[in-house]
């Protein structure tokens, strides 16, 4: 589970209004967009690392593939236009195959589950010029070989391989059948919660292929109205793993290109186990297989020879608590490779031998490694982002993979990310902290370097000047023996003799973060409407939450919601006390897990909060999906207290504020079966409470003026009621 793409747009709320010393600003207008800041285009590097392609979309002309170059950014010329091809008007993605001749061009996509999708594609050969169709069906997750020569794709769970030269088309596998059998992509619950959809990976010289297979067949069943606008709803049916049921049965198969058949690999003597990741290494006849438990507390990392099937363990990893799984596996040329792990208590980068004997541990020390960026084989270098300068913050650095020569390659404060070009001669920087909005400039990746500034958003600086906007106050609070990041917002009037109703925010999920230097996000400009109608708003990032080492994330394991709801109760007691905070009106909000923190919140600290809203909200993890939940609290069968003790639905009597309870009917993540059965159980308690269900809407309530709505709907309630 995460936390929805819902905050991507900005909010904007019906007719309230935010006044400030020079200008009146509409919620209309940053819904519209007047306050997004300009995003740099989405960029892919080419193999010469001194070129990038940037895909622009032109109403009239159609779509381009341009070429620009990294140092001085201008445009080169153009890769591919839609207007120059017979067939397409326009395509909506592209993938270039390994060496650049070709690219693989999306029409017509259509959206399954979070990352899921289904297109028509079309091949196009830059040197003969020619479009061909690569298939007259809408397919899923097609890729080139390695040379290009070949494309395996997946059609009605089956995978097929088509040759570009001949036409000719090989069906891989015959038994994928819907709600039964799926091969080469992944099912539901691999793709919310493993972030895999393409269950598939070609060998280095594209003579193998390996692939999952998902039996789906005693998986339960989850149905869910799409009311349309038809006579009759339809019925939505999928395969939904529940805490504690039945998984797919997942197996591991390797494909032979050459003599047309699949063999099983038999990977050893596990049970009831997953498969989240399968890499082929540099040798082409090794592939290797991470392997983890049901619990999701011990992994293995197996390699398998194509030819003969026989199967290694070379690295085996155990926690108290979980794993977590990442695609930061690297393989180097001698095959041995990076891993990151938190077998320290923080997450660190460490370099194995190809029999997975340790050479070295690469970074060291009480914060993170946040993202692994790759390795250059030209240098003998690791890039990375991390925590070291705060948890508050990110920089990113180089360092050789002997742990030497480190080197901090950003030198502003904030949060820092990059994006290197494909030989690691340069990176993009994009740069934010609370008082600046997205920059974006070139760096040399050897020295980090400034070289030339791409994009600022100073026009947004001094738009947003006119209003008057309240700072975004960092700071930390004391609670229940740790020191938690926390920031608040107040009225840009702020008179410390008055009393202000308090509006907290948190997620708190496992992991996440809420708290960061980075400048608004589109909540934070819907708190500025708020803060200047009078409301100081506060979030605190609480244990379970990440970036302060594993202990600290994972004290939470068998207990989802119980040292999360201490520390908002706790946090809430210590504001009460402020001068300036009315204890009469605290309230609290969250979407998803927040949403089943709030709820909690109300019912649990009914003495602190008076008001809460909880969106797509789970209200008992029972409901929710295996690998997401037994993660963190096994299963029901094992833990049953953990899953009844802090549910919502054991604590409906409690409630005594106002609560607002929102869900989308077609939530295909968490089930408005959630908020069903908490509706039911306030109605027998007779607790009386505001609720409502948007129609066909997944878990980001969107679409439409959907979001216009809802936000107007939270705004009038807080007002009314906080």
């Known amino acids: 589970m995460k936390l929805p793409h819902v905050l991507l747009a900005f909010l904007f709320v019906g007719a309230t209004t935010v006044f400030a010393q020079e200008k009146e600003i509409t919620l209309e207008e940053i819904w519209n967009g007047t306050f997004s800041p300009e995003r740099l285009e989405s960029l892919k590097s080419l193999n010469n690392g001194t070129e990038y392609i940037v895909l622009n979309q032109d109403q009239n002309s159609g779509t381009s593939i341009d070429v620009y170059d990294y140092k001085s950014g201008e445009k080169k010329r153009s890769l591919l236009q839609s207007s120059k091809l017979d067939g397409i008007k326009r395509f909506q993605g592209y993938q270039l195959s390994d060496d650049e001749n070709k690219a693989l061009l999306e029409t017509g996509s259509e959206q399954i589950y979070r990352h899921s999708s289904r297109g028509i594609y079309y091949v196009y050969d830059f040197s003969t010029e020619t479009l061909t169709k690569l298939s007259e069906n809408k397919v899923q997750e097609p890729t080139f070989s390695p040379d290009a020569s070949k494309v395996a794709y997946v059609y009605e769970n089956n995978i097929y391989i088509k040759d570009l030269s001949s036409g000719n ?286 994009k600022d958003n100073n026009e947004l600086l001094e738009l947003s000047k006119a209003y008057d906007f309240a700072p975004k106050e960092l700071s930390t609070i004391t609670v229940n023996g740790n020191e938690l990041n926390m920031w608040m917002i107040k009225p840009t009037n702020f008179d410390e003799t008055k009393k202000y109703p308090l509006l907290m925010f948190q997620y708190s999920g496992p992991g996440s973060q809420s708290v960061s230097n980075t400048y608004y996000n589109s909540n934070e400009y819907w708190y500025q409407l708020l803060a200047n109608e009078g409301y100081i708003v506060a979030a605190v990032d609480g244990r379970g939450t990440g970036y302060k080492g594993a202990a600290f994330k994972k004290v939470t394991q068998n207990e989802l919601g119980k040292y999360e709801l201490e520390d908002q109760i706790a946090a809430a007691k210590l504001f009460s006390d402020y001068d300036y905070i009315d204890e009469e009106r605290i309230g609290i909000w969250g979407w998803s897990y927040g949403g089943f923190m709030s709820t909690n919140a109300i019912l649990k600290g009914n003495d602190v909060f008076s008001m809460a809203i909880a969106v797509a909200l789970m209200t008992s993890w029972r409901f929710y999906d295996t690998i997401y939940t037994e993660r963190y609290l096994t299963t029901p069968q094992e833990n049953p207290s953990g899953y009844d003790e802090n549910s919502p639905l054991s604590h409906v009597e409690k409630l005594k504020g106002d609560y607002l309870l929102i869900h989308g009917s077609a939530d295909d993540n968490v089930h408005v079966q959630n908020t069903m059965r908490l509706v039911e159980a306030l109605i027998q308690a007779n607790k009386q409470f505001d609720w409502r269900i948007y129609p066909d809407k997944n878990h980001g309530i969107y679409g439409g003026n959907t979001r216009l709505h809802l936000y107007t709907l939270m705004t009038k309630f807080i007002k009314e009621k906080l």
Not at 192 to 219: C, H, M, P, Q, S
Not at 326 to 331: I, K
Not at 378 to 406: C, H, M, P, W
């Open 169 to 454: 088309e090989v069906q891989v596998t015959e038994d994928g059948k819907k709600n039964e059998i799926i091969n080469g992509i992944t099912d539901w619950v691999y793709e919310e919660e493993f972030g895999i959809v393409r269950a598939f990976e070609w060998n280095a010289t594209g003579n193998y292929l390996a692939y999952l297979r998902f039996d789906e067949k005693e998986v339960p069943e989850f149905s869910m109205d799409v009311f349309g606008e038809e006579l009759y709803p339809e019925a939505s049916t999928f395969k939904y793993p529940k805490a504690g049921e039945k998984n797919a049965e997942v197996s591991l198969h390797i494909y032979s290109v050459a003599e047309k058949t699949s063999r099983k690999v038999e990977l050893g003597n596990y049970e009831d186990f997953y498969i989240p990741r399968i890499n082929w290494t540099n040798d082409p006849a090794i592939l290797s297989v991470q392997v983890l438990n049901r619990h999701q507390n011990n992994l293995d990392l197996i390699f398998v020879n194509a030819k003969t099937l026989e199967t290694k363990v070379v690295l085996n990893e155990k926690d108290k608590a979980y794993v977590d799984i990442t695609d930061n596996l690297t393989f180097l040329k001698d095959n041995s490779f990076i891993w990151t792990s938190e077998k320290d208590g923080f997450n660190h980068i460490y370099h194995y031998d190809e029999t997975g004997k340790l050479i070295n541990q690469v970074t060291n020390g009480d914060w993170e490694v946040t993202r692994y960026y790759g390795f250059s084989p030209k240098t003998n270098t690791i890039f990375y982002q991390s925590t070291e300068n705060g948890s508050l913050n990110r920089d990113v650095y180089s360092i050789k993979a002997n742990g030497k020569s480190k080197k901090r390659l950003t030198n502003k404060e904030g949060t820092n990310s990059a994006d290197f070009s494909t030989d690691f001669t340069y990176f993009i920087n994009t740069f934010t902290n609370t008082s600046t909005p997205y920059t974006y400039t070139l760096h040399e990746a050897k020295t980090g370097k400034l070289v030339r500034e791409i």
